[in-house]
């Protein structure tokens, strides 16, 4: 995408950096010196190397230097880049580009999209993208899905930042942000993601859920959590609490691993004051072990046990 945009701005304001040949058609182009404008209209179509770019109308305003100010495509615009076997294309209804700032905005049912060979890597789709060439950070608002690789997302905003190569080097979902792995779900106010290293963290009114080797359902709520994907393992603070089956638990901080063979969340363990309940027991104590499979608990550390609904009649007596 970095190279789709970077190009799109040197064939519109006609920087001489590539020496390529440049190709812009269209039925109709003229300016109009009162509105300082280069109008581009009827099947608009410009090419350079391996980059098309394609809109019904276009425009492009001038500045009282006569310099290129800001290029705009209208009634839903098309760019697509080819290369190897890697393809780029951006589609929204709007696309402007400023020339003096170098940043891409595109509006209106945006979408873009990377694929190597016929696999999508990365789609986006909201109401607005921004993306700023000198940075190599994108932004997108409203409505934000993201598919990555093999994750799926939802926010009201994003932001992408590539790395030097085009990649991608991190990405932050704010606002309603859901993040949905295989069979895991995970929420919470505000995700960080490293591609390169799959750790993701997620902040504020956090929720996580996981599914252990019998299928049962693992609930994590806590105020902070991170998760990494090449041990699958989840580490929670704040406020912990967790369900599974009829067990209930809470404390200031979880970490929880998975089978080593089924690589299925199965040990949980609370480190500090920490309490699990089970139907009408209830366990505290300054460190508690979980396991789903075998289902199991082990408490260690000023252990207390309360035991709640016992009848103390004593039937029977004289």
Partial sequence: MKKILILLLLLISGIGV???????????????????????????????????????RADV??????????????????????????????????????????????????????????????????????????????????????????????????VIIADEK????????????????????????????????????????????????DGKKLTIHSDYQQFKKNQNSYVGSGHVKIWYDDYYAQGPKVSVFPDAKTNKPNEVYFIGRSKIVQNDRDIIADKIKMTMNPKDFQAEGNVRSIIHNIDTKNEGNL
């Avoid at 106010?189 to 929720?207: D, I, L, Q, R």
């Fill in 166 to 213: 085009g990649g991608v080097k991190k990405i932050d979902l704010i606002g309603n942000a859901r993040v949905k792995q295989e069979q895991n779900e995970s929420e919470g106010n505000h995700f960080v993601y490293n591609p390169v290293t799959e750790e993701m963290s997620v902040s504020g009114n956090t929720k996580t859920i996981a599914y252990s080797d």
């Fill in 18 to 56: 590539i020496a390529s040949d440049m190709v812009i058609e269209s039925k109709t182009q003229t300016y109009s010196d009162s509105e300082k404008k280069i109008k581009l209209d009827g099947g608009v179509k410009v090419k350079i190397d391996n980059l098309t770019v394609q809109s019904p």
């Fill in 61 to 158: 305003s001038v500045r009282r230097n006569n310099k290129l100010d800001t290029a705009t495509f209208y009634d839903k615009p098309y760019a697509l880049e080819i290369n190897a076997n890697k393809k780029r294309e951006v589609k929204a209804n709007i696309l402007q580009v400023s020339l003096i700032n170098k940043v891409v905005r595109a509006e209106g049912e945006t979408q873009s999209v990377i694929t190597e060979g016929n696999t999508p890597i990365i789609i986006i789709n909201a109401d607005v993208q921004e993306y700023d060439t000198n940075s190599s950070v994108m932004v997108a608002t409203g409505s934000v899905t993201m598919k990555y690789k093999d994750i799926d997302t939802y926010s009201d905003k994003a």
